[in-house]
């Protein structure tokens, strides 16, 4: 997505150890027009896949999947990483390593929200190692739905969450590839 | 708002201690047509306002803080309860008390995004004890920008948060209120 490059191409931030810092459009401010226009674009790749729920987990996957799911119709479910008391029942429960925070991490989804028999595409920001899209891909296997694919604003492919994802055999979808990010640089997979 | 009463009317569960789950539309998962049209019908309220940025504090009021942002053209900053590694700089630090978690939270958020002299709408899913919501005025006022008004999607009256931000002298709009959750009901004002 040539208008999503271009702005990470302007105001993306390489911090080293493969961290990418977009806080300007996504992760703490939020250009909601552009991330609409994202959310349009995931839909339209995914038009025809009959998707009923989309899927994301807490903070940084609700934006985008918020968008994805306004534009395809359709209900948004971010699982939760602390359980709030207004969580009873029975819940989904992974864990996945956070790279932005240097910890493990719960991945809390309650029961009744992900029912059987749904078609569920499940968003995230960034597809980086692939281990918080792997705990999201079990959860909704656990709940006896299918997966119909996996999308994400910006996948780093050094970090080989792709591969990580290659098992399960999902269709995986980004808007932006980055390639490289070695001293300092950000290469994207088209340069 | 008619709509979003209904819905509270017929899913809003009452958990005890003043507690609202309406996690079906908001706070797990999110019914995005309905939360857009809160978030358009907060925007209308604050046409006139010249608003510059939304302020929210992550996780649950990034959806109808999405929703207005989107409506009125402007930048979306969600405060962050833990500092991620991308987060560096000088940054407004206030705590508050989680209701839903039962433990002090912190809001954080750079202060490159919260720049001098905007006209901010702080929004939030509920007006409780209204403590996050003080502590993200004072985190506004604290970069020398001005709270043009607070919006909420549902106020609980009998928690008293109007009262503790009367003294800011700033504008409150909610979009359901409720007045009354004793003995397991849910009494909204207009009843």
Redesign the interface.
């Known amino acids: 997505m040539k208008e999503l490059q271009e702005r990470i191409r302007a105001e993306g931030q390489n911090?080293g150890d493969g961290?990418l810092?977009i806080?300007?459009l996504l992760?703490?401010?939020?250009?909601?027009?552009l991330?609409?226009r994202c959310g349009e674009e995931i839909a339209r790749r995914f038009r025809d896949e009959n998707v009923t729920r989309i899927l994301t987990a807490?903070?940084s996957g609700?934006?985008p999947a918020?968008?994805t799911?306004?534009a395809l119709?359709v209900?948004?479910?971010?699982a939760?990483k602390?359980k709030?008391?207004?969580?009873y029942g029975p819940v989904y429960l992974e864990t996945a390593p956070s790279h932005?925070?240097?910890m493990e991490v719960n991945l809390l989804?309650?029961a009744?929200?992900l029912p059987a028999n749904e078609r569920i595409l499940i968003i995230d920001d960034f597809l980086a190692s692939g281990r918080t899209l792997k705990g999201l891909i079990r959860i909704v296997r656990s709940a006896r739905s299918t997966v119909v694919g996996v999308a994400c604003i910006v996948e780093k492919t050094f970090e080989n969450g792709r591969q990580v994802l290659e098992p399960f055999g999902v269709r995986i979808e980004s808007l932006v590839v980055i390639t490289n990010m070695e001293d300092g640089r950000i290469v994207f997979a088209d340069e």
Chains 1, 2 share one sequence.
């Open positions: 911090l961290i810092k806080d300007s992760n703490h401010q939020v250009d909601t027009r991330i609409m807490e903070v609700i934006a918020f968008a799911a306004y119709g209900p948004l479910v971010y939760r602390v709030p008391v207004t969580m932005t925070k240097g989804v309650s009744e929200f």
